[in-house]
C-alpha cells in the first residue's frame, strides 16, 4: 500500500478556473486590456505564476511591467480566490477516507503559498498533513525538489508514493520523482494529455482514485 498521496490543487481537488478567469482578467483590465476566456486559461493555467503572467498578458513584453502585474494579480487574487472556487465531487469524502486509511496526505501546488495555505484551510479544514505552493527556497513544478522533500518529512520511499494531478506538468513532475503518477481526467487536461506524459492511472471520478490508490 502507498505511504503517501500528493495532490495537486487546481483541476485536482478544486475547481479554480472561474476565480482564475476573475482574477487574470481583471489584471489585464487594469492595464486597459479586453479580457480572456476560460479557454485561454487553461492552455496556460498549471504553470508557475511567473510564467502564467507572462503568457497570460503578452501585451506588455516588459520584464518590469510583468513584475509589476503578478504583484497585481496576487492583489486581485486576494479578494476572489474563493469567490467561485469548491471542491470536487467526492473529494473531500475520498480524502477523510484515505486518511483514515492511515495514508498522509500532501498538498504540492505551483500557486502562491499563502494562497494555497488559505484554500487548503478553507475548503479542506484538518484534512492534510502537509500542505505547499511555491516558495523561493524550492524550484516549482515539474521540478521534483518539493516532492523528495515531502518524502523526507513522512520517511517515506518516493517509489510508495502517488503524486496525483490533472496536468502534464504533474505527471512530468511525478516522473522526475519518480513517484506514482496519476493523471484525474475531470481536471484542465484530458486523459490522452496526461498517458503521453507519464500517466500510469487515470481515474474518472473520485471513488475510482479512491479504489485505484488502495490497490497500490
Known sequence: MIQVAIFDFDGTLANTLPDLKITINLTRESYGLPPVTEADVLLHVNN???????????????????????????????DHYLAET???????????????????????SN??????????????????????????????KPNPARAFLIAEEFGADIENIAFIGDSDIDMITACNAKAIPVGVSWGYRPADCLRENGAKYTPENADELYEMLKSL
Open 48 to 78: 508557475h505564476i511567473p510564467a502564467y503572467i507572462r503568457l497570460m498578458i503578452p501585451e506588455l513584453a516588459d520584464e518590469t511591467l510583468w513584475d509589476e502585474a503578478e504583484q497585481r494579480y496576487y492583489a486581485f487574487y486576494d
Open 111 to 140: 500557486k502562491n503559498h499563502s494562497h494555497i495555505l488559505k484554500m487548503v484551510d478553507v475548503l479542506f479544514p484538518n484534512t492534510f498533513d502537509s500542505v505547499w505552493g511555491t516558495i523561493p527556497e524550492v524550484p516549482a
Open 86 to 108: 469548491v471542491p470536487y465531487d467526492g473529494i473531500p469524502e475520498i480524502l477523510a477516507k484515505l486518511k483514515a486509511d492511515g495514508i498522509k496526505l500532501a498538498v504540492m
